[in-house]
């Protein structure tokens, strides 16, 4: 972190060079608008990647349409109902869900040092419903007993967001919450196929970070069973449109390894089968659809990928990638000064002539 640190520095003592050179108005023509842009944008890029690496935590950022099942994929892997979901509860706000060493567990919103008690879930989303100071794309923290989830000891925060259908301010978003998310999971309903919407966010992501650590969850998976004769092409359809849109279009992952970031489940059943274990009743507890158990082993195999990607995105992510865009920023950076430079020379040149001249 130190060494960014140091490369912010120097990125910051070039920026404000250029910005003092291009408002001089006796030296106009040495540094451009753009070049001006150019520079200021490779700061704060480079004050983010200080962020994540000064961070401890590893981030996870949940996205998808309004109904498409988020809230429940969460619930299923903290294996409880922590978030509000189902009918009649959307997400209007970003919820963010971290561990706290209490037994209590609480919510703090924007802007405030408060820590409101919350025992249940409904008192949540009342909660949340509840509070008018509380607008569309405001962040909520949601601490839960570490004890309650062994998935929230590691340092891990979920972080669960409004639909992606139901924004303008997509942009606002990424630069406000994902920039440091470190993996980000598409929940998408599978009784329908991937939306613009969704596409159009991720190509956002994938602009402003190198390669980001993309999961797609096709949720509600079980609504196939009831039509078991079309099952296996539905899933052939979904699976080669979401390869054709991590593999072409994004370019985030070659396409072995993207067989590894495309899953069919249904977060619903999970969570309802880790409730009833953790009740000491069977799993398969009440009304099961067919294929239950084939939907539950891939969701604990793409939790096993996930929690793999998470480890090695702590060394990979933190370090490696950025590090790459780090010197990306800097050949830039040094490229922009060069022609500060050059232009300053051709100035100096060009005002000499002049003054002889005379």
């Given at each position: 972190t130190a060494i960014f640190e140091e490369l912010l520095n120097f990125v910051t003592e070039g920026a404000n060079f250029v910005e003092e050179t291009h408002k001089n108005p006796q030296l106009e023509c040495i540094a451009t608008t753009d070049e001006l842009k150019k520079i200021q944008a490779y700061k704060n890029k480079l004050a983010v990647i200080g962020e994540v690496l000064a961070r401890r935590h590893m981030k996870v950022a949940f996205f998808g349409r309004t109904s498409s099942g988020k809230s429940s994929v969460i619930n299923a892997m903290l294996w409880d109902k922590v978030l509000p979901s189902g009918i009649?509860?959307?997400?209007?706000?970003?919820l963010s869900v971290e561990g706290t060493d209490g037994d209590k567990a609480y919510l703090m919103?924007?802007?405030?040092?408060?820590?409101?008690?919350?025992?249940?879930?409904?008192?949540?989303?009342h909660a949340l419903h509840m509070d008018k100071d509380l607008e569309a794309g405001c962040?909520?923290?949601?601490?839960?007993?570490?004890?309650?989830?062994?998935?929230?000891?590691?340092?891990?925060?979920?972080?669960?967001s409004p639909g992606t259908d139901v924004t303008t301010e997509l942009d606002t978003w990424i630069d406000k919450f994902c920039l440091d998310a470190d993996v980000f999971v598409l929940v998408a309903n599978s009784e329908s196929?991937?939306?613009?919407?969704?596409?159009?966010?991720?190509?956002?992501?994938?602009?402003?970070?190198s390669k980001p650590n993309i999961f797609i969850l096709n949720n509600r998976w079980d609504a196939s069973a009831s039509e078991p004769e079309y099952m296996e092409d539905v899933r052939k359809q979904h699976m080669e449109r979401c390869l054709t849109f991590l593999v072409d279009e994004l370019r985030v992952v070659d396409r072995s390894e993207a067989?590894?970031?495309?899953?069919?489940?249904?977060?619903?059943e999970v969570l309802s089968a880790r409730k009833h274990k953790a009740q000491g009743m069977p799993e398969g507890g009440g009304?099961?659809?067919?294929?239950?158990?084939?939907?539950?082993q891939e969701f604990q195999h793409f939790e096993k990928i996930f929690e793999e990607c998470i480890s090695q995105s702590a060394v990979k992510t933190k370090f490696e990638q950025h590090t790459i865009r780090a010197k990306q920023i800097l050949e830039t950076v040094k490229n922009i000064m060069d022609n500060v430079n050059v232009a300053a020379a051709h100035q100096r040149v060009h005002s000499m002539e002049e003054r002889e001249d005379q």
């Open positions: 009649g509860h959307t997400t209007n706000c970003f919103t924007e802007g405030s040092d408060e820590k409101k008690s919350v025992k249940t879930v409904n008192q949540l989303a962040l909520v923290h949601v601490f839960w007993p570490k004890t309650k989830c062994s998935l929230l000891r590691d340092d891990l925060v979920l972080v669960d196929t991937l939306m613009n919407t969704e596409k159009q966010f991720f190509h956002k992501v994938n602009e402003k970070l067989q590894n970031r495309i899953f069919f489940v249904s977060a619903k009304a099961i659809a067919e294929g239950f158990q084939t939907r539950f």
